[in-house]
């Protein structure tokens, strides 16, 4: 499911350092441990398990910007809808620390305000 939204001729790009999408995204600017590029590359290799055990899938904020001007149009809101459907569906303990509820972000924080 994850492989299929993100094509290698997009991850090409990711692995090409291009990361457009660090400089446009609010909470990497912020948080220098934050890296959309990483989150795509981490979930194109297949490496799920710190994806969805971590608290990355949640500190974005859906925002959109980093799929707006991504050059590979990688669309990053549906891939983290679906790690975080992943993560839910495993309870995972970064769920429980994040409050989590939903694959749409976290109750009552406004994360999903754009
Ligand atoms: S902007 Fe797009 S292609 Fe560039 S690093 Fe981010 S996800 Fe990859
Ligand atoms: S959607 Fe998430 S990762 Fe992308 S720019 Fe917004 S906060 Fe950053």
Redesign the pocket.
């Known amino acids: 499911m994850l492989r299929a939204l993100i094509r290698p001729d ?5 692995f ?7 400089g ?1 995204c609010p909470v990497a600017r912020q948080e220098p441990t934050f890296s ?2 990483r989150i ?2 981490a979930a194109a290799q297949g490496n799920l398990t710190a994806l969805l055990s971590g608290d990355d899938i949640w500190r974005c904020r859906s925002c959109g910007r ?2 707006y ?6 669309d ?1 809101l549906s891939l983290i809808r679906e790690l975080r459907e992943q993560a839910l569906a495993l309870k995972t303990e970064a769920v429980a620390r994040q409050g989590a509820t939903s694959k749409d972000g976290i109750k009552g924080d406004g994360r999903e305000a754009a």
């Open positions: 997009q991850i090409f790009y990711c090409a350092d291009c990361g457009v999408c660090e446009y959309p590029r795509v590359m980093c799929s001007h991504c050059p590979a149009a990688v990053f």
